[in-house]
């Protein structure tokens, strides 16, 4: 495979670019022949005159059709994907749980699919690992976006005029995203506490500078993968208990409780947000996979009668699209050297983090989750 294409995103959402300038320069040292849709950059802040002083070609989208390796951010459609050059490989943020057509449609066409989604958590796939790298600065944008729109300065001021007490956030779910939402809203000012079902974390939030909420809801722990196991709904009942005081108390909630391949779990309920003081800010991180408050609707920001604003962005990363895109851009190129052996990427499907990560291959679905 010496052919790679970047396609330029159809999402109108979506302001990133799989690949930046400097990583394809990269990849056409090493012997790739980069072709890049014209505009792929531009929502990214990078022209094709960018792409081209670094020696890629800028081409149409019929381009899609000859390359040997595809990249994007956003899955393509079906349609798209039986274009594609059979044998050809293709790489982005699949969603395969919820996509099961479109990874038939991989598998019909004889196009090899990888799911970035997919990538094992493991030290050795970390320079590969999307989900990571997106999630932090998905954390810092939902603090950025609740300090823009909240009617209130964050940090403690000692002024002339009286002292300003320091906005009190709470951060549900410390994973990736929730540990830069802590990192960020301390370092600017705010006062912090924070949730997850994970005793394990506790640690990791107090080394932050928080506080750390305990809750007995009984057994809990994550998978092997380190995300947080599903709970039961006795557990989520008593988990609500005792965050309704907490989130009464809070000006800002930033819940990332997000459960890979199921639905988003409901953690706050319409009568803890009525029970917080007008003006709080609300921002679901969840949104998009059901959502972790009641009353949050994805891209849309709702007002509740108690006026407390519920931010439901579907894509904060999305906000700074020239860090998302070279983060995301990283992640591609350190894929696609992973796997390269004497000059050529090989599909190697004996290679754990390549096997993990294929959903579709040799004209068939790799994993029955996904039929």
Avoid at 289 to 296: A, F, M
Avoid at 315 to 330: D, G, I
Wanted: net charge neutral; with cysteine.
């Amino acid at each position: 495979m010496k052919t790679l294409y970047v396609i330029s995103e159809r999402d109108p959402r979506e302001t990133r670019v799989a690949l930046i300038p400097a990583d394809a320069e990269k990849l056409s040292k090493a012997g790739w022949h980069v072709n890049v849709e014209s505009g792929a950059g531009v929502k990214s802040g990078f022209s094709d005159a960018d792409y081209q002083s670094v020696g890629a070609t800028v081409v149409g989208s019929a381009f899609a059709s000859e390359a040997d390796f595809i990249v994007s951010v956003r899955k393509p459609s079906e349609a798209e994907v039986s274009k594609y050059k059979k044998g050809s490989f293709h790489l982005s943020l699949l969603d395969p749980f919820n996509e099961k057509a479109l990874i038939k449609a991989f598998a019909d066409a004889e196009v090899t699919a990888a799911s970035f989604e997919m990538i094992p958590r493991s030290s050795i796939a970390q320079k590969m690992d999307v989900l990571s790298s997106q999630s932090n600065l998905a954390g810092y944008c939902g603090v950025i976006r609740a300090a823009s729109v909240i009617n209130r300065i964050l940090p403690m001021m000692m002024t002339p005029a009286g002292t300003i007490s320091p906005l009190k956030f709470f951060i549900v779910g410390v994973g990736v995203a929730g540990l830069q939402a802590i990192a960020t809203a301390k370092r600017l000012g705010a006062r912090v506490e924070a949730f997850d079902t994970r005793p394990v974390v506790e640690e990791q939030v107090r080394s932050l500078g928080a506080k750390f909420v305990k809750i007995d809801i009984g057994e809990t722990g994550q998978t092997a993968q380190g995300y947080a196991k599903a709970l039961t709904p006795e557990q989520i009942e008593m988990q609500r208990k005792g965050m309704a005081k907490v989130c009464a108390q809070s000006d800002v909630i930033i819940t990332t409780a997000k459960l890979f391949g199921r639905k988003a779990p409901r953690i706050i309920s319409g009568e803890m947000v009525a029970a917080m003081k007008p003006g709080s800010v609300i921002v679901d991180m969840a949104v998009e996979s059901g959502g972790n408050v009641e009353g949050s609707k994805p891209d849309e920001t709702v007002i509740t009668p108690n006026g407390v604003m519920i931010i439901g962005d579907t894509c904060l990363e999305a906000r700074v699209p020239a860090t998302a895109s070279q983060m995301y851009s990283a992640n591609v190129r350190n894929f696609i050297e992973h796997f390269t052996r004497d000059g050529e990427f090989k599909v190697d499907m004996e290679d754990p983090i390549m096997k993990s990560a294929v959903v579709a291959y040799g004209g068939k679905i790799t994993d029955e989750r996904f039929m």
